[in-house]
């Protein structure tokens, strides 16, 4: 069971938006993987899918899921009390990072579209190996 996944999730076309929802396997974290991946998919979701804003839901207590997202530009627009049911309670609130709109953010990073589209590729076929290997360990 491979562990490891950035996608676009609640993806709605008439409203331009989607939720991001990312999970790294323990060893491959703390490597600059998930924000290389983060910044990629945000870049393809403004540049190819035409996104307006993308969002995510983070536990209170994932702190380092929330440095991840503000590090990609990211901001935290809300809290959302007792909206994690974890171990048959409510007890947890969720943040929700917002990034919106995207275009503003990549002109202020300078990032350059060839750049970035080759990155996703590379990046897409060293998963695409990864899996296909792990599978096969497995």
Not at 4 to 9: F, P, R, V, Y
Not at 60 to 65: D, G, I, K, L, V
Not at 79 to 86: D, N, Q, V
Request: proline content about 3%; some cysteine; charged content about 20%.
């Amino acid at each position: 069971f491979l562990s490891t996944a950035i996608d676009l999730i609640d993806f709605s076309p008439a409203d331009r938006r989607a939720e991001v929802g990312i999970v790294i396997e323990q060893e491959y974290r703390r490597k600059g993987y998930a924000h290389e991946a983060l910044t990629l998919l945000c870049r393809y979701a403004e540049q190819v899918l035409d996104l307006h804003q993308l969002y995510a839901y983070i536990i209170e207590s994932n702190t380092p899921a929330q440095r991840l997202f503000a590090s990609c530009g990211f901001k935290q627009t809300a809290t959302l009390p007792e909206w994690a049911f974890i171990n048959k309670k409510y007890g947890e609130g969720r943040r929700i990072f917002l990034m919106a709109p995207l275009h503003h953010h990549f002109q202020k990073k300078g990032l350059h579209e060839v750049k970035i589209v080759t990155r996703f590729w590379i990046i897409g076929i060293a998963l695409a190996i990864f899996t296909i290997l792990t599978l096969k360990i497995r």
